[in-house]
């Protein structure tokens, strides 16, 4: 053997590692209890999944029955309740309908509009205001509503305004109303029927002409009547007295048309529009509460906003 580091050594030679092997590992080969084991742990995981699966379906099928339960528990229920409220509900119309009426409707019905009538008026105020719009806001043309108590063919020139209730009746004619201090006003003029319209009014307050004019007595209504009464209506005190309350001689800053109520209509904008009476031939004052021609009709005698 040479003393030389190297020498005589083949460069081409490996050393053998433990076990015989130079540089390669055998394939491990699983044995059989092995792959047994295996196979069983597969086939149990497959069988804990199979029953989880059928639990929760289990579980749902249990749920949808509940729910189908409880619908039918439910509509049942409900169709019984519906049914006992259909039938008290038709027993109330019939027992509504046979009361004796009251102003054109069943006296429960008019209790009912007195009461709220009753609470408006303890909340109103001559104070409070309707609101006041920009001529940009007036609605032209004008709509025309109601002609009840109008004709046409009238002759305007021999009308006179009857006040009654007064120290003695007085009859006035349009000149001597247009003397008394003019206000203009552009309002809403609401319907009942829930249309609306913007317009410009010219007249005298109500309130002017009472104090020029006053009742004889302590009175708490106000009647208005066209000539011949096809149209009336009943106003109370405070509504009468209220600032905005015109005994209105123009509209647009026109004369009334016979079609608006010329030559003097009410312009009332803390009321309804059947309040509105065109063609005032007779105002009347009076403690008695005056006869109205919608509330006779089941119509709400306050008829405020």
Request: glycine content about 10%; proline content about 8%; aromatic content about 8%.
């Amino acid at each position: 053997m040479s003393d030389v580091p190297g020498e005589g050594i083949d460069p081409d030679h490996e050393e053998a590692e433990p076990g015989g092997v130079t540089g390669e590992t055998d394939p491990v080969v699983p044995s059989p209890e092995a792959e047994a084991k295996a196979e069983a742990e597969l086939q149990r995981r497959a069988e804990a999944a199979a029953e989880e699966e059928a639990e929760r379906r289990r579980i749902e099928l249990a749920h949808d029955r509940d729910v189908e339960a409880e619908l039918g528990r439910l509509t049942r229920r409900g169709f019984l309740v519906g049914g006992v409220a259909a039938g008290a509900a038709l027993a109330s119309w019939t027992w509504l309908h046979s009361r004796p009426k009251d102003g054109g409707i069943p006296w429960p019905l008019r209790r009912m509009l007195e009461l709220n009538e009753s609470v408006a008026l303890a909340a109103f105020s001559t104070s409070r205001l309707t609101p006041l719009f920009p001529p940009s806001r007036i609605t032209r043309p004008a709509r025309i509503n109601g002609g009840v108590g109008l004709d046409g063919t009238a002759d305007l020139s021999a009308w006179r305004l009857r006040i009654e209730g007064s120290s003695r009746p007085v009859e006035l004619t349009l000149d001597e109303i247009r003397a008394l201090p003019r206000r203009v006003q552009i309002t809403e003029f609401r319907c009942i029927e829930g249309w609306s319209t913007v317009v410009e009014w010219a007249g005298v307050r109500l309130a002017d002409l009472m104090a020029s004019i006053p009742p004889a007595s302590k009175v708490r209504y106000v009647s208005m009547e066209t000539p011949g009464r096809g149209y009336y209506v009943g106003l109370d005190m405070p509504a009468a007295l209220h600032p905005q309350t015109l005994l209105a001689y123009e509209m647009n800053g026109a004369p009334l048309t016979w079609q608006h109520g010329a030559p003097l209509r009410l312009a009332i904008p803390v009321k309804y529009g059947v309040k509105n009476i065109k063609r005032i031939g007779t105002i009347r004052y009076t403690d008695i509460r005056p006869a109205d021609y919608w509330a006779e009709r089941g119509y709400d005698y306050f008829a405020g906003l």
